[in-house]
Structures are given as structure tokens and as C-alpha cells.
T-cell receptor, first 114, second 117 residues
Framework: AQSVTQPDIHITVSEGASLELRCNYSYGATPYLFWYVQSPGQGLQLLLKYFSGDTLVQGIKGFEAEFKRSQSSFNLRKPSVHWSDAAEYFCAVGARAGSYQLTFGKGTKLSVIP | GAVVSQHPSWVICKSGTSVKIECRSLDFQATTMFWYRQFPKQSLMLMATSNEGSKATYEQGVEKDKFLINHASLTLSTLTVTSAHPEDSSFYIC?????????????FGPGTRLTVL
């Protein structure tokens, strides 16, 4: 069974500082990998995804993530955080077969200090 | 685009009543739709996978007689919470997978906040 671990429950950064959110996964092969962002009371918005190819993927809002097979990680990064980035971030693993269901991590809440 | 809508966005009901939540893919066909439940400050938990024209597949621990799912067309899935109780209060989110994309992404609805009094 697939699983996702987001070790950091809550991270606080200053506006303009760099950001890295950690994500580790467990899956029998190379999975599909996703990062979603959720603002309070809202649904999920896809930031970026990895299916194959270049292990560094670019997403919306200036985010990027790097797939590292050897570490089973897919960490999300942003060089300069904006106050509007404050939200909950979820890493997800998707199965490549069967029902293609997603398994989500517990999420990391990002707070941004002005 | 790939837009998924949910209706209603929020609902308050009395204990013992049933509530239906609709999930629609507005600009694409979705062979598969997923229903999630999210408790406050927690992650999304998959409740069931719904395929058009067939019975839904429920995750372990989810009561299929309580959470009725119908996926009657390629653009509509409904979740009915039957005989709702306060412990069913939660944020319910649906997602849809585009037909023919082999699971390469799900598009999420905005969620429905259910409060059972």
C-alpha cells in the first residue's frame, strides 16, 4: 500500500525567505506525485505534479519540486515566500494502475510573517 | 480547463435527515470520481471511488449503506449521507479524473461543509 509522510505539521517563515516543505513516500514503484495547496474552507488546487522525465518540476505560483528516487522524496520549494502563500500544503501519491486513487500526507500548515 | 463543482457549498441539517451532495465535472468527462472526507485540521481521507455506471468501491471502515454514492453519468456523481448524525459533520470533497488519462491527476471540487445539528 502507498503512504505519504509530511514530517512538518506547521512551518513559519518570514516573507521573502525561502521555503522547503518535505514529503516522503512509500510505493512499490515510481508513483505519480503531486503537491496541492488548500486555503481555509476551500478545495484543493494543484501546484505541480511528477509523472516521469525531468526530476525537477516547475509549478504554479513560483513553486518547484524535486523527485529523488534514492530518498523516496518529493520536496516542495519556493525561493521567496509571499504572504499569500500562507495555507495548508498536501503532498499526494497516485497509483499508476487500478483505481488511480490518491493517498495524501497529513499536510503542512505554512504561516508567513510579514 | 478542468473544473469540478460541488453543490451545495455548505448545508446544515437536523440529525436523522438525509443530505445529498452533487459533484459535477463541468468541462470534461470523468469516468472515475472520488469522494473524500476531511476533518478539521486533518488530511483528506478517501471514502470511496465511483465509476460511471457501476457500484462504488468503498474504503475500509466506510459504511456504504450510510454514504450512498451514485455515478449515473460521466459528469455527475452524488453522495447521499443517510440518517445524518452530528459525527457526520465534516468537509466533503469530491474529485474527478479525466477519462483516458490513466490517473494522471484528479481535479478537485471546492468542497461541501456539512453540519449536522
Amino acid at each position: 500500500a502507498q503512504s505519504v509522510t509530511q514530517p512538518d505539521i506547521h512551518i513559519t517563515v518570514s516573507e521573502g525567505a525561502s521555503l522547503e516543505l518535505r514529503c516522503n513516500y512509500s510505493y512499490g514503484a515510481t508513483p505519480y506525485l503531486f503537491w496541492y495547496v488548500q486555503s481555509p474552507g476551500q478545495g484543493l488546487q494543484l501546484l505541480l505534479k511528477y509523472f516521469s522525465g525531468d526530476t525537477l518540476v516547475q509549478g504554479i505560483k513560483g513553486f518547484e519540486a524535486e523527485f529523488k528516487r534514492s530518498q523516496s522524496s518529493f520536496n516542495l520549494r519556493k525561493p521567496s515566500v509571499h504572504w499569500s502563500d500562507a495555507a495548508e500544503y498536501f503532498c499526494a501519491v497516485g497509483a499508476r494502475a487500478g483505481s488511480y486513487q490518491l493517498t495524501f500526507g497529513k499536510g503542512t500548515k505554512l504561516s508567513v510573517i510579514p | 480547463g478542468a473544473v469540478v463543482s460541488q453543490h451545495p457549498s455548505w448545508v446544515i441539517c437536523k440529525s436523522g435527515t438525509s443530505v445529498k451532495i452533487e459533484c459535477r465535472s463541468l468541462d470534461f468527462q470523468a469516468t472515475t470520481m472520488f469522494w473524500y472526507r476531511q476533518f478539521p485540521k486533518q488530511s483528506l481521507m478517501l471514502m470511496a471511488t465511483s465509476n460511471e455506471g457501476s457500484k462504488a468501491t468503498y474504503e475500509q471502515g466506510v459504511e456504504k449503506d450510510k454514504f450512498l454514492i451514485n455515478h449515473a453519468s460521466l459528469t455527475l456523481s452524488t453522495l447521499t449521507v443517510t440518517s445524518a448524525h452530528p459525527e457526520d459533520s465534516s468537509f466533503y470533497i469530491c474529485s474527478a479524473s479525466k477519462t483516458g488519462t490513466s490517473g494522471k491527476g484528479q481535479f478537485f471540487g471546492p468542497g461541501t461543509r456539512l453540519t449536522v445539528l
